[in-house]
């Protein structure tokens, strides 16, 4: 079983930067494809990105193309999401998630093996 816990959420004036970050515990993530979603009140859960399983590949959604990055650290067995240039509408709860299927189902927010608790984001005008 993995577990996934995020930190690294908080409050940020618009055009500031947070990093994300989830750590997973009893598997490694490089068997896994790990994406973050997030979900604003009153909204859908959204894909935000995603890493393939080798870390070579990475996915976005358009909305935060140019803005966001994700990386991943093996020696960690951790996912994170640089987020710059932050705007009021980023403000939700960010989570991240794991599947054995490419981003391009992860990202559908189908095929998720493992949902982490989500970590608050609130981006103030």
């Known amino acids: 079983q993995v577990d996934l816990f995020e930190h690294g959420g908080g409050q940020v004036q618009a055009g500031g930067s947070l990093r994300l970050s989830c750590a997973a515990s009893?598997?490694?993530?490089?068997?896994?494809?790990t994406g973050w979603f997030r979900q604003a009140p009153g909204k859908e859960r959204e894909f935000v990105a995603a890493?393939?399983?080798?870390?070579?590949?990475?996915d976005y959604a358009e909305s935060v193309k140019g803005r966001f990055t994700i990386s991943r650290d093996d020696a960690k067995n951790t996912v994170f999401l640089q987020m710059n240039s932050l705007k009021p509408e980023d403000t939700a709860v960010y989570y991240c998630?794991?599947?054995?299927?490419?981003?391009?189902?992860?990202?559908?927010?189908?095929?998720?093996?493992?949902w982490g608790k989500g970590t608050l984001v609130t981006v103030s005008s």
């Open positions: 009893g598997r490694t993530l490089t068997s896994y494809t």
């Open positions: 890493i393939s399983q080798s870390g070579d590949s990475t």
């Open positions: 998630a794991i599947s054995v299927y490419r981003a391009q189902v992860l990202r559908t927010l189908s095929g998720i093996s493992v």
